[in-house]
């Protein structure tokens, strides 16, 4: 049984809006690093660097929404549906590697202070909170994406690091105090390892192929075995293929019946699966009678001895058995 419930239509407004955050980003860098240098400015030096992240980021996440809306093919039997986690992985790892250089950059600048130019500092910063807040909106609603999750998290940290950095150039201006611009950065350094860590364990969970974690295999089971003529339901494994599409397969014992009624009662369980859990890949092996599990895998039974020849039953609690296919 295949549904096909997706649309491309989501997926092309996500490519305008990264379009066009792409070109606006660019050039918000070019300035930044321009009047970055003028100014004196590690703060403004450091949201250059890290909107060139932003831009590497945007990048990433636009090949990997073109990737994922390819269509699978006999090399790769689930598509491209793990570029975006892929992509959002290595995002997430350029931030880690980023935050680390700005944090040394701001401590060299402890030791050996550089006057800058607060009002300079100022006016650029709030051209970039306009800017990151405005990409920051239109990634919002599709940021249960972990790939668009991962550009949203940039920007959106680019807004606040921005916005620190307006009040610390106000502080400068009043005080004097130089010291300033590097705390900002150690501080925009610290705000983009904590949401880089985030992205990393949730990648790696998907890419482990680990439970997701919207979801509770024991909820999974009693709804499973809730369903009419299921006795019970073993071997269960749920995983992602992206951060939105998840796949189950289990063996699955049954009450004794004929093949009409089986399957009435699979679409039972993948309606199930389908409209409470949201899991459209499914892969059950039904079974009459409970079979044992070898190493997370259900064994054959031992051959009947009949007059002294072995016979290996065939029937519903054996390997050769139908499976069913819910995409």
């Not at 009409?260 to 409470?276: K, M, Y």
């Not at 459209?280 to 092996?285: L, P």
Request: hydrophobic letters at 45%.
């Amino acid at each position: 049984m295949h549904v096909h419930a997706k649309t491309d239509a989501p997926k092309s407004g996500i490519q305008s809006i990264l379009k066009f955050s792409l070109c606006l980003t660019l050039l918000y860098i070019l300035a930044t690093a321009w009047f970055g240098l003028r100014a004196h400015s590690l703060a403004l030096l450091s949201e250059a660097g890290h909107n060139l992240s932003d831009f590497l980021a945007l990048g990433l996440s636009f090949v990997a929404v073109y990737l994922q809306s390819r269509p699978a093919t006999e090399d790769k039997t689930f598509g491209y549906q793990r570029a975006g986690v892929l992509a959002a992985f290595v995002n997430a790892l350029t931030l880690i590697v980023l935050a680390g250089w700005i944090a040394i950059a701001a401590i060299h600048r402890f030791a050996d202070p550089v006057i800058v130019q607060p009002r300079l500092m100022m006016y650029v910063a709030a051209a970039g909170v306009l800017m990151n807040g405005a990409i920051a909106t239109l990634l919002w609603k599709f940021s249960g994406d972990v790939n668009i999750r991962s550009v949203f998290l940039h920007m959106l940290g680019d807004t606040l690091s921005t916005a620190a950095v307006i009040l610390g150039g106000l502080g400068i201006l009043l005080t004097g105090l130089q010291w300033i611009d590097p705390l900002l950065s150690l501080i925009i350094a610290a705000m983009i390892l904590w949401s880089s860590i985030g992205i990393v364990r949730e990648t790696l969970h998907i890419l482990l192929e680990g439970t997701p974690r919207s979801l509770n295999l024991a909820d999974i089971r009693t709804a499973m075995e809730k369903v009419p003529g299921v006795v019970n339901v073993h071997d269960l494994h749920i995983w992602s293929l992206g951060s939105q599409s998840h796949a189950l397969a289990s063996h699955m014992q049954v009450i004794e019946m004929d093949l009409g009624e089986s399957e009435a009662l699979l679409e039972r369980v993948n309606h199930q699966l389908r409209d409470h859990f949201g899991i459209n890949h499914t892969t059950i092996q039904l079974e009459i009678t409970d079979c044992p599990t070898v190493d997370g895998c259900c064994s054959p039974p031992e051959p009947e001895v009949i007059d002294g020849h072995s016979h290996h039953s065939h029937g519903p609690g054996s390997h050769d058995h139908s499976h069913s296919h819910a995409h």
